[in-house]
C-alpha cells in the first residue's frame, strides 16, 4: 500500500511539472481574466500566464496594487494589460 501511494504521488507530480509546460494556453483564446490578481495566488498566475504571452484581464479590490502589478507585468512580459476594473 505504501508503495502504491508513493507511486502514485510520484505521478502526480510528475504530470505537474512536466505536462504542464506542454499545455498551449493560447489554443482557446488570447486573453486570461484573473480574479485578485494583484496578490497571492491570482499574483501567481498572472506572472505564469503572461510569462506564456497571454493578455490579461486582471481583477482586484486593491487599485493601488493592481496598477503596480500591471505596469510590472507590461514591461517584463511585453502583453496587454486591462486593470481598470478594481471592485
Known amino acids: 500500500v505504501l508503495v502504491y501511494f508513493l507511486l502514485k504521488c510520484m505521478l502526480n507530480i510528475y504530470r505537474c511539472l512536466y ?12 486573453w486570461a481574466v484573473i480574479s485578485g490578481g494583484s496578490d497571492g495566488i491570482g499574483l501567481a498566475y498572472a506572472n505564469e500566464l503572461a510569462k506564456r504571452g497571454l493578455d490579461l484581464v486582471l481583477i482586484s479590490n486593491k487599485q493601488n496594487d493592481l496598477e503596480k502589478v500591471s505596469l510590472s507585468l507590461t514591461q517584463t512580459y511585453k502583453v496587454n494589460i486591462l486593470d481598470d476594473l478594481s471592485i
Open 19 to 30: 505536462i504542464y509546460d506542454q499545455i498551449d494556453f493560447k489554443s482557446t483564446g488570447s
